[in-house]
């Protein structure tokens, strides 16, 4: 999210957690003000992420300290050490459906992204290779590529087994990075109906 009324409008679309991008060089990456007034904005309302990528320990510990949050993501090459010195529940990225990887952070949330295009790139990947991960017990986090138009198939190419969420950022975008209020609602509606369907 890069402004508080499309975190509104997120939240009345019915989604489970917003992500706040403190990733340097990003186009999505917030001033702490900015992140501030998002999260206040939804407080109470929805699980709200903080995103990093291999962030020096201090620039964690400051946006942690200012912003109320309820969940980390790592999206870069942080160790499992570092990931369990957090005192938050951890999404960590993993290129697509890294089975070492996914041993690696055992106990994080797993998020599945493109295998070589990385984060926040809008960059779809062959998602029903998470299938295996999911039937073995791991929790995860589909993204890559993921839109309003092909995310029920993407759910659907799973099989029986959900996964634990679905991640979308490029997918619901207008200009400006500013998220489309009805793509979200779309996304939204596509997901619950492949819910009802598996």
């Not at 509104?8 to 990733?23: Q, Y």
């Not at 400051?62 to 010195?85: A, C, K, P």
Request: no cysteine; proline share 6%.
């Amino acid at each position: 999210m890069t402004h508080p009324d499309d975190a509104a409008a997120a939240v009345d679309a019915g989604v489970d957690l917003i992500g706040l991008n403190f990733v340097p060089g990003s186009p999505r990456m917030l001033d702490l003000n900015t992140a501030e007034a998002i999260s206040s904005r939804v407080a109470g309302q929805v699980e709200r992420v903080a995103v990093f990528r291999n962030a020096p320990w201090n620039e964690v510990e400051n946006v942690t300290r200012r912003i109320e949050l309820e969940r980390i993501q790592f999206h870069g090459d942080e160790s499992e050490d570092e990931v369990e010195m957090v005192d938050f529940p951890v999404i960590k990225a993993v290129r697509g459906a890294d089975r070492e990887a996914a041993q690696t952070y055992p106990g994080a949330l797993l998020l599945l992204d493109h295998p070589r295009g990385g984060g926040g790139k809008g960059e779809a990947w062959n998602w029903s290779e998470a299938a295996e991960l999911i039937a073995e017990g791991y929790d995860i986090i589909l993204a890559g590529g993921l839109d309003p138009e092909n995310v029920g198939e993407a759910l659907l190419n799973l099989g029986d087994l959900p996964p634990w969420g679905v991640d979308v950022a490029t997918g619901v975008e207008a200009e400006g990075y500013r998220k489309d209020p009805a793509r979200i609602q779309a996304f939204i509606s596509a997901v619950r109906k492949a819910e009802e369907a598996g």
